[in-house]
C-alpha cells in the first residue's frame, strides 16, 4: 500500500504565502512525478503543478510565477511553494503521484487532500 500525506494548508490573506508537502510511503521502487492538483467549489479538479524525477516541471498558466513545485526524491516528498495568493487559489489541493512499487506494479495515487483559503 502507498499513502500520500500532505500538509500545509490552511487560511491566508490575499498576497500571502503557503508551503504544501506531500510525503509518499510504502513499497516505492520509483516515483516518476509528482504533482498538485485542485479542485475549486463547483468547478472540476485542474493541475496546479508537477515534477518529474530529472526535476522538469510544469505549471499551469494561471500559477505561473507565483508557485513554485520542487521535490526531495530521497524522501519521496513533493513541496509546492505558493507565494502572491489570490482568493481564485481558494480550493482543495490534492497531491498526487505515480510510479512503481516493488515487484513492478504500476503505481497511481492520490492523497486525500489539504483545504487552501485565501481572503481577499
Known amino acids: 500500500q502507498v499513502q500520500l500525506v500532505e500538509s500545509g494548508g490552511g487560511l491566508v490573506q490575499a498576497g500571502g504565502s503557503l508551503r504544501l508537502s506531500c510525503a509518499a510511503s510504502?513499497?516505492?521502487?520509483?516515483?516518476?512525478?509528482m504533482g498538485w492538483y485542485h479542485q475549486a467549489p463547483e468547478k472540476q479538479s485542474e493541475l496546479v503543478a508537477a515534477?518529474?524525477?530529472?526535476?522538469?516541471?510544469d505549471y499551469a498558466d494561471s500559477v505561473k510565477g507565483r508557485f513554485t513545485i520542487s521535490r526531495d526524491n530521497a524522501k519521496n516528498t513533493v513541496y509546492l511553494q505558493m507565494n502572491s495568493l489570490k482568493p481564485e487559489d481558494t480550493a482543495v489541493y490534492y497531491c498526487?503521484?505515480?510510479?512503481?512499487?516493488?515487484?513492478?506494479?504500476?503505481?497511481?495515487?492520490w492523497g486525500k487532500g489539504t483545504l487552501v483559503t485565501v481572503s481577499s
Open positions: 515534477i518529474t524525477s530529472g526535476g522538469s516541471t
Open positions: 498526487h503521484a505515480h510510479g512503481y512499487l516493488l515487484g513492478g506494479t504500476y503505481m497511481n495515487y
Open positions: 510504502g513499497s516505492i521502487i520509483s516515483i516518476n512525478a
